[in-house]
């Protein structure tokens, strides 16, 4: 059992930068996969990044790449996404999520959600 908590979450211009933690529980964190997904209003959740249990490797939507960066401390069992050179059109809620299996943009292959924190970027 992983229990997940986002935080991080705010209000920034466009331009700015934001850095998103999951801090997770149980000790088995460091055998999960773990992602960040998003879900702006009225659109579905989408995939945002990725990275093994072992942070070892990496995985970003095209709308992340170059400007999101995914890690995971696994002695501090927390995951984090930096987010710089954000737009408005990444205002959503982002959520972290945890796999037993491998990392993939597939939803429905994460087994934990975190109750996700609100980013929205101004313009």
């Known amino acids: 059992q992983v229990q997940l908590v986002e935080s991080g979450g705010g209000l920034v211009q466009a331009g700015g930068s934001l850095s998103l933690s999951c801090a997770a529980s149980g000790r088995t964190f460091s055998s999960y996969a773990m992602a960040w997904f998003r879900q702006a209003p009225g659109k579905e959740r989408e995939f945002v990044a990725a990275i093994s249990w072992s942070g070892g490797s990496t995985y970003y939507a095209d709308s992340a790449l170059g400007r999101f960066t995914i890690s995971r401390d696994n002695a501090k069992l927390t995951g984090n996404l930096q987010m710089n050179s954000l737009k408005p059109e990444d205002t959503a809620v982002y959520y972290c999520?945890?796999?037993?299996?491998?990392?993939?943009?597939?939803?429905?292959?994460?087994?934990?959600w975190g109750q996700g924190t609100q980013v929205t970027v101004s313009s």
């Open positions: 999520a945890a796999s037993s299996r491998r990392y993939s943009a597939d939803s429905g292959e994460y087994d934990y």
